[in-house]
């Protein structure tokens, strides 16, 4: 007797004996989180202090990541890679825009997220939009609590802000080993 193989995943034989099980997704097998800034408005961001925009998640395997207080708890000791994407705005120059992580009340990565020398090109009242993007990965032991913050050197011609809707501005965290 022999089987006839179709063109869809469900005609494979292996797949006509699990059924609906071939095609479960596994559950995650790391802690990770993606946060992101929601709005409903801009965040104002001043010098040397938590960001606390980041309310929303996209996921958030193992719950790590406090939504109510913008930190992430890490859930089992290992080696964590993260970073993020920020648009900022600002309705003048920007001389130095820096993110840090910071855990357990000290600085562990001062430059995760870096912007500067940015003019106001347009020559308008309206926003230039740099983009903040970066990465840093260290090792970390359960119950370290993580928190963004601004560096102490921020200066720019105006006020800065970091911009909302979608995933426009997030950063996240996954256990790599």
């Not at 010098?47 to 395997?61: I, L, P, Q, R």
């Not at 562990?108 to 970066?134: C, E, F, K, R, W």
Request: with cysteine; charged share 10%.
């Amino acid at each position: 007797m022999t089987t006839k193989i179709g063109t869809g995943p469900q005609d494979i034989p292996l797949n006509q004996f699990l059924g609906q099980m071939a095609f479960m997704d596994s559950p995650p097998q790391r802690p990770a989180f993606l946060a992101y800034h929601p709005g409903p408005s801009d965040f104002q961001v001043s010098a040397n202090s938590k960001v606390t925009c980041f309310n929303a998640t996209k996921y958030n395997y193992f719950g790590g990541y406090d939504t109510s207080n913008q930190t992430f708890t890490v859930p089992r000791s290992g080696l964590y890679l993260f970073g993020g994407h920020i648009r900022v705005g600002s309705p003048g120059s920007i001389r130095v825009f820096r993110l840090e992580i910071v855990v357990d009340g000290s600085t562990i990565l001062a430059d995760l997220l870096s912007t500067g020398g940015v003019n106001n090109y347009d020559g308008s009242t309206g926003y230039d939009h740099p983009g903040l993007a970066g990465t840093g990965m260290f090792y970390l032991e359960k119950g370290n609590v993580l928190q963004l913050n601004t560096a102490a050197e921020l200066s720019a011609s105006n006020s800065v802000y970091i911009q909302q809707g979608g995933l426009r501005s997030y950063w996240f965290g996954i256990q790599m080993f």
